[in-house]
């Protein structure tokens, strides 16, 4: 690995004006000035073992300096803005966002309310159910809504008037998903569980829209809800992923709504609410306006009734609004993101460099043993072959010298084809493989000459055959611990590669107050 550029201290950093400085720049790599502050951290995750004092240091900056390559690397070929990366980031700053828009005391009261909830509502903590359902994209069109609507309401009137017909019958013809499945609260939405628990056993709904389209459900199970101590936790993860609709949320949005200057428009939202639809300002939330127009996207999206609509429209603005204020007013939660990003980053161009190895690599795979053999070598000899265990000595001799004539890969075959016959099948017994001393009490005997064996009951006679080796004769034999060393090999060569191609420097005196100011 290549050493570090070090620049000339006075000139790239100005040494005086630097220790001056709360958080001086400690190093630069191609021109983006690094800060004491990040390099601690970065240390305190990554402290190398096994070593001490400078090393210690000087460590930490040679991986510091790898990572930050390796992630420049990662943003010159785009892999942050790929889509799966992208969707893993906003899934880690909504879970993580969560923590600073709610308290745990708030969490654990609400899950609490909402299993009184559930036991009230229902006997039980899930139902089974299938469905007679018609997909309705956003997009669905006036009359494609009007004949989904036609259509339940005709299956509806069929069920009403012929009671001994089979619900799954119309399930199969009509329905565009004909799975039955066990829900529970929070695991849908929340106008398909409202509707669901109301239902007995047996028993099935009038046609009602979802934000997925319309449909009948058919309840047809129930399982007894678990003690909530059980389920707390998987409470709570769940009603993290309901923004808009849960109480809780709205018990900490009226706290945000001071800080953000939340000021409603009573004439704009008295006009929505009666007409459905206004051009005028719903609310201010520190001087910006959210209008009639910004609530109708918002409305397309989630279907339900306008009143419902408006508040959840509401608490997901001031949600919004905050959240997308935390990395300004949260230092630790702006880090953690920061680290997250750079973990997925590094993983991503890591698997795409050099970790991209597999079983169909074998060329390579076997050039790179060829070269590295002696690394592989034992750290004492091995007996590479068979114990053969028989019934007969003669028998179990004339097998021995029969095998020798093979490939060891045929030689169980052979003894099962040539000597264990139908007339005799227990003849022999063949036991094949790389032994080391202790593997195996005939081997130590008869090979290494330790120890002692009982011959076997029923094979009273043994006999070995093979040879002893200082290392696997193949890459086969060692495939998992070749792949990671052929990665790593991979990883070296692009780092070096990395290295030769970048502009590093270090302010060595501020490096000596690192952990230390």
Known sequence: MKKILVGTLTCLFGAIAGHAQQDPVLMRINGQDITRSEFERFCHRNKPSGIAGKETLKRCADLFVDMKLKLSAAQKAGLDTVSDFRTEMENYHRALSRSYLTDSATDEAYAKKLYDQMKTRSAAGEVKVMRIFRYLPQTALPHHLREAQIL??????????????DFRTLVNKYSDDKKEFWMGWLQTSQEFEEVAFSLKDGEYSKPFFTPKGIQIIKVTGRREIPPFEQIRGELIHKLSRRPGTDKE?????????????????????EELLASGRTSRTL???????????????????????????????VVKSI????????????????????QRRDDLLLAAIIRRESRQVSLSDSV??????????TDYNWDSPRYRGAVLHGTHKKTLKSARKFLKKLPEEEWKDAIRLTFNTPASPATIRIEQGTFAEGDNVFVDKLVFKKGDFEPLKSYPFTVVLGEKKKGPESYHEIIPQLIRDYQNHLDALWTERLRASAKVEINQEV??????H
């Open 249 to 269: 949320i709205e018990l900490w949005v009226n706290k945000l709504k001071s800080t953000c200057q939340y000021t409603p428009d009573k004439a704009g939202m």
């Open 511 to 516: 490096l000596k107050t690192v952990n230390n």
């Open 364 to 373: 390579a795979l076997k050039a790179f043993f060829k070269e590295h053999r």
């Open 152 to 165: 339940m309401y005709s299956l509806y009137h069929v069920l009403e008037t012929h009671p001994d017909i």
């Open 283 to 313: 609310f201010t939330l520190d001087g910006k306006s959210f209008t009639g127009k910004d609530f109708e996207r918002f409305a397309d999206a989630h279907p339900m009734g306008i009143k419902r609509q408006l508040n959840a429209f």
């Open 319 to 338: 949600l919004d609004y905050e959240n997308n204020r935390l990395e300004q007013k949260y230092p630790d939660f702006r880090l953690a993101l920061q």
